[in-house]
């Protein structure tokens, strides 16, 4: 009995740890905080933004994005581009680093 306690209470730990702000959900999209959107989301932004229709100006802004963890990540997010016109996009980073655009709207 005292061993299940043990070993419940160290499965417990690392989420009792983490800040109530803070909800991953396994396979769940989580937000990509504004400060890192260039780091994080600038090069599959870039690359949808190479596989939109043309004619298409570039990318000017990355306005927000989410990202999902499966094989590999998915990324989805709002952009802006120099002419103004906003699309949501998804683009799919594979595990060997190749990417894919797996959908796209234009939004105005």
Known sequence: MKRLALVLAVLAAPAAAQS??????????????????????????????????RPHAPLKQIVGAERQVVAGTNYRMLVTLKDGKRWRLVVWKKLDGTMQLTWSKREG
């Open 20 to 53: 109530p702000h803070e909800h991953h959900i396994v396979g769940g999209w989580s937000e990509v905080p504004r400060a890192a959107l260039e780091a994080d989301v600038g090069p599959a932004a870039r690359f949808a933004g190479s596989r939109l229709p």
